[in-house]
């Protein structure tokens, strides 16, 4: 997986026990390499924010807004989904920890007007290094 360029850090790093607390909470398995990576680049902002000329990201989440945002996802008995992004405009990309869908990268689109719930997350790609390694700078930057 490639590095990314942090332009933005927050004053406290996470460190792992942020990570097993929030596993225990929420009845959670979080993988080998997306724990490293929420320790590295929990609660950042990089250079690289675009994903296939698409999609924008904003910040890397830290573990007080993962823990916000799987809180919210429960009010609309959303499971089995991880968020660790965000956009501009709030919606939280994911990696699924579905069976059927292990470590596939989703967003949810909860204000698009198509429902509530699951029906607001939309395929976006096949891994999180996928995801990752798309990431590009904005062009121009």
Same mark, same amino acid.
């Given at each position: 997986?490639?590095?990314?360029?942090?332009?933005?850090?927050?004053?406290?790093?996470?460190?792992?026990?942020?990570?097993?607390?929030?596993?225990?909470?929420?009845?959670?398995?979080?993988?080998?390499?997306?724990?490293?990576?929420?320790?590295?680049?929990?609660?950042?902002?990089?250079?690289?924010?675009?994903?296939?000329?698409?999609?924008?990201?904003?910040?890397?989440?830290?573990?007080? &807004?993962?823990?916000? @945002?799987?809180? $919210?996802?429960? !009010? +609309?008995? /959303?499971?089995?989904? &991880?968020?660790?992004? @965000?956009?501009? $405009?709030?919606? !939280? +990309?994911? /990696?699924?920890?579905?069976?059927?869908?292990?470590?596939?990268?989703?967003?949810?689109?909860?204000?698009?007007?198509?429902?509530?719930?699951?029906?607001?997350?939309?395929?976006?790609?096949?891994?999180?290094?996928?995801?990752?390694?798309?990431?590009?700078?904005?062009?121009?930057?």
């Amino acid at each position: 997986m490639k590095e990314l360029t942090i332009i933005h850090q927050q004053e406290l790093p996470i460190v792992i026990d942020d990570i097993k607390q929030l596993e225990k909470k929420h009845n959670i398995t979080i993988s080998n390499n997306i724990t490293n990576f929420i320790l590295k680049y929990g609660g950042t902002t990089v250079k690289e924010i675009c994903f296939n000329n698409i999609y924008f990201i904003h910040q890397f989440l830290d573990i007080k &807004l993962i823990d916000a @945002i799987l809180e $919210g996802h429960k !009010d +609309y008995e /959303v499971f089995d989904y &991880l968020p660790f992004v @965000i956009d501009g $405009g709030g919606w !939280d +990309y994911n /990696v699924s920890l579905k069976k059927e869908t292990y470590g596939q990268i989703w967003v949810n689109k909860w204000d698009n007007g198509d429902g509530v719930g699951e029906e607001c997350f939309f395929f976006i790609a096949n891994s999180f290094e996928e995801f990752i390694d798309g990431l590009q700078a904005e062009e121009g930057v």
